[in-house]
Protein backbone atom coordinates (compact mmCIF):
# COMPACT_ATOMS: atom_id res chain seq x y z
CA UNK A 1 0.00 0.00 0.00
CA UNK A 2 1.29 2.93 -0.86
CA UNK A 3 0.18 5.19 2.09
CA UNK A 4 0.50 8.64 1.80
CA UNK A 5 -0.26 9.00 5.83
CA UNK A 6 0.81 7.08 8.31
CA UNK A 7 -1.82 5.15 10.81
CA UNK A 8 -1.02 7.33 13.38
CA UNK A 9 -1.49 11.10 11.28
CA UNK A 10 -4.63 9.70 10.21
CA UNK A 11 -5.50 8.74 13.71
CA UNK A 12 -5.00 12.54 14.69
CA UNK A 13 -6.94 13.65 11.93
CA UNK A 14 -10.20 11.57 13.66
CA UNK A 15 -9.04 13.74 16.83
CA UNK A 16 -8.68 16.83 15.03
CA UNK A 17 -10.73 19.76 16.61
CA UNK A 18 -12.09 22.57 15.57
CA UNK A 19 -9.20 24.91 14.73
CA UNK A 20 -7.49 21.86 12.78
CA UNK A 21 -10.83 20.70 10.46
CA UNK A 22 -10.38 23.57 8.52
CA UNK A 23 -6.37 21.93 7.53
CA UNK A 24 -7.92 18.62 7.07
CA UNK A 25 -10.62 18.98 4.63
CA UNK A 26 -7.95 21.01 2.52
CA UNK A 27 -6.06 18.17 2.26
CA UNK A 28 -8.66 16.05 0.20
CA UNK A 29 -9.51 16.27 -3.28
CA UNK A 30 -13.30 18.18 -3.81
CA UNK A 31 -13.28 17.81 -8.12
CA UNK A 32 -16.26 15.99 -8.32
CA UNK A 33 -18.95 17.13 -10.10
CA UNK A 34 -21.12 13.86 -9.97
CA UNK A 35 -22.83 12.10 -6.67
CA UNK A 36 -23.89 8.80 -7.64
CA UNK A 37 -26.43 6.77 -6.56
CA UNK A 38 -28.42 3.07 -7.41
CA UNK A 39 -32.12 3.12 -7.95
CA UNK A 40 -32.87 0.05 -6.33
CA UNK A 41 -35.28 -2.48 -4.48
CA UNK A 42 -34.38 -3.82 -0.83
CA UNK A 43 -35.61 -7.39 -0.70
CA UNK A 44 -35.26 -8.95 2.47
CA UNK A 45 -35.63 -12.37 1.64
CA UNK A 46 -35.73 -13.79 5.43
CA UNK A 47 -34.95 -11.58 8.60
CA UNK A 48 -33.67 -14.79 10.11
CA UNK A 49 -30.27 -14.51 11.35
CA UNK A 50 -27.44 -16.75 13.42
CA UNK A 51 -26.20 -13.69 14.49
CA UNK A 52 -27.58 -11.49 17.38
CA UNK A 53 -25.99 -8.10 17.29
CA UNK A 54 -26.29 -5.58 20.00
CA UNK A 55 -27.47 -2.65 17.31
CA UNK A 56 -29.59 -5.01 14.96
CA UNK A 57 -32.97 -3.26 13.58
CA UNK A 58 -33.00 -6.31 11.23
CA UNK A 59 -33.13 -9.25 12.41
CA UNK A 60 -36.98 -11.07 13.83
CA UNK A 61 -37.13 -14.44 15.77
CA UNK A 62 -39.09 -17.01 14.14
CA UNK A 63 -41.51 -17.07 17.36
CA UNK A 64 -42.04 -13.30 15.89
CA UNK A 65 -45.77 -13.26 13.98
CA UNK A 66 -44.63 -10.95 11.59
CA UNK A 67 -41.18 -12.58 10.86
CA UNK A 68 -40.10 -12.95 7.38
CA UNK A 69 -39.44 -16.60 7.26
CA UNK A 70 -38.24 -17.15 3.75
CA UNK A 71 -40.16 -15.29 0.78
CA UNK A 72 -41.62 -17.49 -2.15
CA UNK A 73 -40.50 -16.87 -5.55
CA UNK A 74 -43.84 -15.97 -6.36
CA UNK A 75 -43.74 -13.42 -4.00
CA UNK A 76 -40.12 -11.99 -4.66
CA UNK A 77 -40.81 -11.91 -8.69
CA UNK A 78 -43.71 -9.78 -7.58
CA UNK A 79 -41.80 -7.15 -5.72
CA UNK A 80 -39.28 -6.78 -8.70
CA UNK A 81 -42.50 -6.51 -11.32
CA UNK A 82 -43.40 -2.99 -8.88
CA UNK A 83 -39.79 -2.52 -9.40
CA UNK A 84 -39.73 -2.62 -13.09
CA UNK A 85 -42.30 -0.33 -13.30
CA UNK A 86 -40.91 2.48 -11.31
CA UNK A 87 -37.50 1.95 -13.41
CA UNK A 88 -35.64 0.09 -10.70
CA UNK A 89 -32.24 -1.61 -11.65
CA UNK A 90 -30.84 -3.22 -9.11
CA UNK A 91 -32.47 -5.95 -7.12
CA UNK A 92 -30.60 -5.72 -3.55
CA UNK A 93 -31.44 -9.17 -1.82
CA UNK A 94 -30.51 -8.73 2.02
CA UNK A 95 -31.19 -11.47 4.78
CA UNK A 96 -29.66 -13.23 7.84
CA UNK A 97 -26.22 -14.67 7.88
CA UNK A 98 -26.57 -18.44 7.84
CA UNK A 99 -30.36 -18.39 8.17
CA UNK A 100 -30.62 -22.26 7.60
CA UNK A 101 -29.05 -22.87 10.70
CA UNK A 102 -32.43 -22.11 12.20
CA UNK A 103 -34.83 -25.38 12.09
CA UNK A 104 -37.98 -22.90 10.82
CA UNK A 105 -35.23 -21.79 7.56
CA UNK A 106 -33.97 -25.23 6.90
CA UNK A 107 -38.03 -26.70 6.93
CA UNK A 108 -39.22 -23.80 4.59
CA UNK A 109 -35.81 -24.41 1.89
CA UNK A 110 -37.03 -28.03 1.99
CA UNK A 111 -40.38 -27.52 1.61
CA UNK A 112 -39.40 -25.39 -1.25
CA UNK A 113 -36.87 -27.81 -2.63
CA UNK A 114 -33.90 -26.39 -1.64
CA UNK A 115 -30.69 -28.08 -0.06
CA UNK A 116 -29.47 -24.73 1.40
CA UNK A 117 -29.54 -21.13 1.51
CA UNK A 118 -26.80 -20.64 -1.34
CA UNK A 119 -29.26 -22.77 -3.95
CA UNK A 120 -32.09 -20.74 -3.00
CA UNK A 121 -30.96 -17.43 -3.31
CA UNK A 122 -28.98 -18.53 -6.57
CA UNK A 123 -32.04 -19.71 -7.81
CA UNK A 124 -33.85 -16.32 -7.05
CA UNK A 125 -30.83 -14.30 -8.32
CA UNK A 126 -31.27 -16.61 -11.83
CA UNK A 127 -34.89 -15.83 -11.87
CA UNK A 128 -34.08 -11.96 -11.68
CA UNK A 129 -32.09 -12.17 -14.84
CA UNK A 130 -34.72 -14.57 -16.65
CA UNK A 131 -37.89 -12.43 -15.77
CA UNK A 132 -37.02 -8.88 -15.33
CA UNK A 133 -34.57 -6.44 -16.17
CA UNK A 134 -32.80 -6.03 -13.16
CA UNK A 135 -29.74 -6.91 -11.67
CA UNK A 136 -29.35 -8.68 -9.00
CA UNK A 137 -26.77 -7.66 -6.08
CA UNK A 138 -26.82 -9.81 -2.90
CA UNK A 139 -25.60 -8.94 0.42
CA UNK A 140 -25.82 -12.11 3.12
CA UNK A 141 -22.40 -11.90 5.06
CA UNK A 142 -20.29 -14.98 5.17
CA UNK A 143 -20.01 -17.03 2.19
CA UNK A 144 -17.37 -20.05 1.44
CA UNK A 145 -15.23 -19.88 -1.42
CA UNK A 146 -16.97 -22.00 -3.39
CA UNK A 147 -20.91 -20.44 -2.40
CA UNK A 148 -19.08 -17.26 -3.79
CA UNK A 149 -18.21 -18.66 -6.97
CA UNK A 150 -21.74 -19.96 -7.16
CA UNK A 151 -23.23 -16.72 -6.22
CA UNK A 152 -20.85 -14.49 -8.86
CA UNK A 153 -22.44 -16.34 -11.74
CA UNK A 154 -25.99 -14.76 -11.18
CA UNK A 155 -24.95 -11.45 -9.52
CA UNK A 156 -23.73 -8.03 -10.93
CA UNK A 157 -22.34 -7.15 -7.57
CA UNK A 158 -22.42 -8.63 -4.40
CA UNK A 159 -21.26 -6.88 -0.87
CA UNK A 160 -21.14 -7.29 2.91
CA UNK A 161 -20.01 -4.73 5.93
CA UNK A 162 -17.08 -5.43 7.43
CA UNK A 163 -17.99 -3.28 10.16
CA UNK A 164 -14.93 -3.07 12.17
CA UNK A 165 -11.37 -5.15 11.93
CA UNK A 166 -10.93 -5.39 15.84
CA UNK A 167 -11.11 -8.77 17.69
CA UNK A 168 -11.87 -6.62 20.67
CA UNK A 169 -15.15 -5.84 19.62
CA UNK A 170 -15.85 -9.44 19.75
CA UNK A 171 -16.33 -9.49 23.44
CA UNK A 172 -18.61 -6.00 23.55
CA UNK A 173 -22.13 -6.26 22.93
CA UNK A 174 -22.28 -4.78 19.70
CA UNK A 175 -20.64 -8.60 18.50
CA UNK A 176 -20.46 -10.89 21.34
CA UNK A 177 -23.46 -13.01 20.68
CA UNK A 178 -22.31 -12.86 17.14
CA UNK A 179 -19.90 -15.42 15.76
CA UNK A 180 -20.57 -14.07 11.63
CA UNK A 181 -18.96 -10.57 12.79
CA UNK A 182 -15.53 -11.91 13.50
CA UNK A 183 -13.62 -9.98 11.46
CA UNK A 184 -11.19 -12.59 10.80
CA UNK A 185 -13.87 -14.20 8.64
CA UNK A 186 -15.32 -11.53 7.13
CA UNK A 187 -12.06 -10.71 5.89
CA UNK A 188 -11.69 -13.91 4.06
CA UNK A 189 -14.65 -13.28 3.05
CA UNK A 190 -14.19 -10.38 1.32
CA UNK A 191 -11.15 -11.57 -0.07
CA UNK A 192 -12.27 -14.09 -1.64
CA UNK A 193 -14.60 -12.17 -3.44
CA UNK A 194 -11.68 -10.62 -4.81
CA UNK A 195 -10.25 -13.90 -5.66
CA UNK A 196 -13.09 -14.44 -8.16
CA UNK A 197 -13.24 -11.28 -9.30
CA UNK A 198 -16.58 -10.39 -8.05
CA UNK A 199 -17.03 -6.43 -7.72
CA UNK A 200 -17.59 -5.79 -3.99
CA UNK A 201 -19.47 -3.06 -1.55
CA UNK A 202 -18.15 -2.91 2.21
CA UNK A 203 -17.70 -0.23 4.69
CA UNK A 204 -17.59 0.42 8.43
CA UNK A 205 -19.69 0.86 11.34
CA UNK A 206 -19.02 3.62 13.76
CA UNK A 207 -20.67 4.20 16.99
CA UNK A 208 -20.54 0.78 17.95
CA UNK A 209 -17.71 0.49 20.88
CA UNK A 210 -14.67 0.96 18.82
CA UNK A 211 -12.10 3.23 19.05
CA UNK A 212 -10.35 5.82 16.26
CA UNK A 213 -7.58 3.58 16.14
CA UNK A 214 -9.75 0.61 15.41
CA UNK A 215 -11.76 3.01 12.70
CA UNK A 216 -8.26 3.49 10.41
CA UNK A 217 -7.04 0.17 11.03
CA UNK A 218 -10.71 -0.68 9.57
CA UNK A 219 -9.90 1.13 6.35
CA UNK A 220 -6.55 0.32 6.41
CA UNK A 221 -7.68 -3.64 6.03
CA UNK A 222 -10.31 -2.82 3.71
CA UNK A 223 -7.86 -0.72 0.99
CA UNK A 224 -4.89 -3.76 1.58
CA UNK A 225 -8.03 -6.20 0.27
CA UNK A 226 -8.69 -3.46 -2.47
CA UNK A 227 -4.42 -3.20 -3.44
CA UNK A 228 -4.20 -7.04 -3.34
CA UNK A 229 -7.55 -7.33 -5.55
CA UNK A 230 -8.95 -3.98 -7.38
CA UNK A 231 -12.78 -5.00 -6.68
CA UNK A 232 -13.74 -2.74 -3.88
CA UNK A 233 -16.33 -0.48 -5.66
CA UNK A 234 -17.15 1.76 -2.38
CA UNK A 235 -16.98 1.75 0.94
CA UNK A 236 -19.27 2.89 3.25
CA UNK A 237 -18.85 4.98 6.26
CA UNK A 238 -22.30 4.74 8.67
CA UNK A 239 -23.37 5.78 11.55
CA UNK A 240 -24.85 3.39 14.00
CA UNK A 241 -28.21 5.47 14.84
CA UNK A 242 -29.69 3.79 18.47
CA UNK A 243 -33.12 3.05 18.58
CA UNK A 244 -35.33 1.92 21.68
CA UNK A 245 -36.28 -1.64 20.87
CA UNK A 246 -32.58 -2.57 20.59
CA UNK A 247 -29.60 -3.89 23.15
CA UNK A 248 -27.45 -1.05 22.54
CA UNK A 249 -30.36 1.62 22.92
CA UNK A 250 -28.73 3.87 25.17
CA UNK A 251 -25.50 4.28 23.55
CA UNK A 252 -24.80 7.88 22.16
CA UNK A 253 -24.99 8.75 18.84
CA UNK A 254 -21.86 9.39 17.11
CA UNK A 255 -22.12 13.24 16.52
CA UNK A 256 -22.19 14.52 12.99
CA UNK A 257 -18.14 16.24 13.82
CA UNK A 258 -17.07 12.90 14.34
CA UNK A 259 -18.78 11.47 11.26
CA UNK A 260 -17.65 14.36 9.34
CA UNK A 261 -13.66 13.44 10.12
CA UNK A 262 -14.41 9.76 9.42
CA UNK A 263 -15.06 10.91 6.06
CA UNK A 264 -12.12 12.89 5.15
CA UNK A 265 -9.92 10.17 6.70
CA UNK A 266 -12.22 7.52 4.54
CA UNK A 267 -11.45 9.68 1.78
CA UNK A 268 -8.24 10.19 2.36
CA UNK A 269 -7.08 6.86 2.70
CA UNK A 270 -8.60 5.86 -1.22
CA UNK A 271 -7.68 9.53 -2.82
CA UNK A 272 -5.75 7.77 -5.24
CA UNK A 273 -8.44 5.65 -6.27
CA UNK A 274 -11.50 5.22 -7.75
CA UNK A 275 -13.45 3.80 -4.91
CA UNK A 276 -16.00 5.93 -3.84
CA UNK A 277 -16.87 7.23 -0.69
CA UNK A 278 -20.43 5.93 0.67
CA UNK A 279 -22.97 7.89 2.77
CA UNK A 280 -26.37 6.40 3.59
CA UNK A 281 -28.49 9.40 3.19
CA UNK A 282 -31.11 8.52 4.82
CA UNK A 283 -29.16 8.06 8.26
CA UNK A 284 -27.90 11.64 7.73
CA UNK A 285 -31.31 13.00 6.95
CA UNK A 286 -30.49 16.45 7.86
CA UNK A 287 -26.86 16.63 7.14
CA UNK A 288 -26.13 14.66 4.29
CA UNK A 289 -25.11 17.30 1.77
CA UNK A 290 -22.17 18.23 4.67
CA UNK A 291 -20.82 15.28 3.56
CA UNK A 292 -20.48 15.52 0.27
CA UNK A 293 -17.97 18.35 1.00
CA UNK A 294 -15.81 16.19 2.91
CA UNK A 295 -15.10 13.75 0.11
CA UNK A 296 -18.51 11.68 -0.03
CA UNK A 297 -19.57 10.85 -3.49
CA UNK A 298 -22.26 8.35 -3.07
CA UNK A 299 -25.49 7.95 -1.89
CA UNK A 300 -25.32 4.05 -2.26
CA UNK A 301 -28.47 2.11 -3.24
CA UNK A 302 -31.73 4.57 -2.54
CA UNK A 303 -35.62 3.06 -3.56
CA UNK A 304 -38.45 4.43 -4.52
CA UNK A 305 -40.45 1.86 -3.17
CA UNK A 306 -39.22 -0.02 -0.55
CA UNK A 307 -37.60 0.91 2.85
CA UNK A 308 -34.53 0.23 4.23
CA UNK A 309 -35.33 -3.11 6.02
CA UNK A 310 -31.68 -3.01 8.04
CA UNK A 311 -32.74 0.83 9.44
CA UNK A 312 -36.37 0.71 9.66
CA UNK A 313 -36.75 3.58 11.44
CA UNK A 314 -34.70 5.99 8.54
CA UNK A 315 -36.84 6.41 5.42
CA UNK A 316 -34.87 7.00 2.28
CA UNK A 317 -35.25 10.81 0.44
CA UNK A 318 -37.31 10.80 -2.38
CA UNK A 319 -35.24 11.07 -5.36
CA UNK A 320 -36.91 14.64 -6.17
CA UNK A 321 -35.37 15.66 -2.59
CA UNK A 322 -31.92 13.56 -3.29
CA UNK A 323 -31.65 15.71 -6.62
CA UNK A 324 -32.00 18.80 -4.36
CA UNK A 325 -30.05 18.44 -2.08
CA UNK A 326 -27.20 17.46 -4.44
CA UNK A 327 -27.95 20.09 -6.66
CA UNK A 328 -27.74 22.45 -3.95
CA UNK A 329 -24.53 21.66 -2.35
CA UNK A 330 -23.04 22.23 -6.01
CA UNK A 331 -23.31 18.43 -7.78
CA UNK A 332 -25.04 16.82 -10.09
CA UNK A 333 -27.00 13.84 -9.21
CA UNK A 334 -26.25 10.63 -11.33
CA UNK A 335 -27.58 7.63 -11.76
CA UNK A 336 -25.18 4.36 -11.74
CA UNK A 337 -25.73 0.62 -11.74
CA UNK A 338 -24.90 -2.27 -9.14
CA UNK A 339 -21.44 -2.66 -10.44
CA UNK A 340 -19.70 0.06 -11.12
CA UNK A 341 -18.57 1.26 -15.22
CA UNK A 342 -15.32 0.05 -15.14
CA UNK A 343 -16.57 -3.71 -13.93
CA UNK A 344 -18.74 -3.74 -16.82
CA UNK A 345 -16.16 -6.26 -18.45
CA UNK A 346 -15.44 -9.85 -19.79
CA UNK A 347 -12.90 -9.74 -16.98
CA UNK A 348 -15.51 -9.61 -13.99
CA UNK A 349 -18.96 -10.37 -15.50
CA UNK A 350 -19.84 -13.69 -17.59
CA UNK A 351 -21.64 -13.09 -21.07
CA UNK A 352 -24.92 -12.92 -19.37
CA UNK A 353 -24.21 -10.53 -17.14
CA UNK A 354 -22.42 -7.78 -19.40
CA UNK A 355 -24.76 -8.14 -22.11
CA UNK A 356 -27.70 -7.15 -19.66
CA UNK A 357 -25.59 -4.56 -17.54
CA UNK A 358 -24.44 -3.30 -21.21
CA UNK A 359 -27.82 -2.77 -22.35
CA UNK A 360 -28.97 -1.29 -18.53
CA UNK A 361 -26.06 1.23 -18.92
CA UNK A 362 -27.94 3.13 -21.93
CA UNK A 363 -31.28 3.64 -19.76
CA UNK A 364 -29.24 5.68 -17.17
Given at each position: ?????????????????????????????????????????????T????????????????????A?????????????????????KE???????????????????????????????????????????????T???????????????????????????????????A???????????????????????I???????????????????????????????????????????????????????????????????????????????????????????????C?????????????????????????????K????????????????????????????????????????
Open positions: MNQKYTKEELVSFLDAEKGDFTSLINKIPLDDEFITYSKNVFIPLEICRNDCGYCNFKKTPEDDEIILKTKEEVLEDLKVAEKYGCAMFAFGEDADCEEVVKNRLEEFGYENMTDYVVDICRMTLDETTLLPHNGGNYSYDDLAKLKEVNASMGMMLENSSERLMKLPHKKSPGKDPKVRLETIANAGKLKAYTTGILIGIGETKEEIVDSLLAIRDLYDKYGHIQEVIIQNFTPTPTIEMNDVEPVTLFDMMKAVVVGKLIFEDTPVSIQIPPNLNYETAQVFLLGGDDWGGVSPISIDFVNPTSPWPTLDELEITKNAGYELNERLCIYERYINSEWLNDELLEKALSLTEHL
